[in-house]
């Protein structure tokens, strides 16, 4: 029973060509985040939301956008995808802002390749 | 930046106990550890977390120094599938999830 669901699992793109990621969740939680990861790397945060409000890390580069039009969906937009961006994109989701600290839960990830 | 230090790699035979140290000297008196695990090509996996007192749940143990400065992960009787990236995370009230490098175990048949 998957609650962090990451559509596709695979996605390839070509080089300059916009791509939409996308990640949904049945648990309800008001923080999302997007990660991305490379080969034999650990996983980079790029952005997160608490409830509506973005936060976006600094060293984001502005190739990559992000809308979250409820509380169960997220998209990760790359707006011109280069060689460089092809990794695995991680989506997470976490309980936020209650009186105990709490775990965050992770889908399986996307695998962008660029071509 | 990630707030921790750990080992790049580690081995452990099946059926042992694996423990897997973290420093995390500059913590502070709100902040959480927590331990994630990711094996290979899933996302990271939510392991167990603590304050300030030592841990215990189904899949692991946490020991935390009494200074909180470090650390030590348990995993009583390591299997082939605990073969994976363990990442220590120290989080404050913020809601960054900052992932270091990690360490490598590998279980040993």
């Known amino acids: 029973d998957a609650m962090v669901i990451q559509n596709p699992r695979y996605q390839v793109t070509q080089f300059g060509k916009p791509v939409t990621l996308s990640c949904s969740q049945t648990l309800n939680h008001n923080v999302m985040y997007w990660y991305q990861q490379k080969s034999s790397q650990a996983p980079k945060l790029l952005f997160h939301y608490y409830d509506k409000d973005f936060n976006n890390e600094a060293d984001t580069p502005d190739n990559f956008q992000s809308r979250r039009p409820n509380t169960s969906f997220c998209f990760l937009d790359i707006r011109s995808p280069g060689l460089g961006d092809a990794a695995m994109y991680l989506c997470?989701?976490?309980?936020?802002?209650?009186?105990?600290?709490?775990?965050?839960?992770f889908g399986q990830g996307t695998r962008l390749t660029v071509v | 930046d990630a707030k921790t230090t750990q080992p790049t790699s580690m081995d452990c035979a099946e059926g042992r106990a694996a423990n897997l140290p973290c420093n995390h000297s500059t913590i502070s008196g709100n902040e959480y550890v927590y331990w994630y695990r990711q094996i290979h090509s899933q996302g990271p996996q939510y392991i167990i977390h603590?304050?300030?007192n030592n841990e215990t749940n189904e899949m692991a143990s946490l020991i935390i120094t009494e200074d909180r400065k470090s650390s030590t992960l348990i995993l009583p009787h390591a299997t082939l599938r605990d073969t994976a990236v363990y990442y220590c995370?120290?989080?404050?009230?913020?809601?960054?999830?900052?992932f270091g490098k990690g360490t490598r175990l590998h279980i040993l048949p």
């Open positions: 995370i120290v989080q404050n009230r913020d809601d960054k999830i900052i």
């Open positions: 997470a989701t976490r309980d936020g802002g209650g009186p105990h600290r709490v775990e965050a839960f």
């Open positions: 603590g304050l300030k």
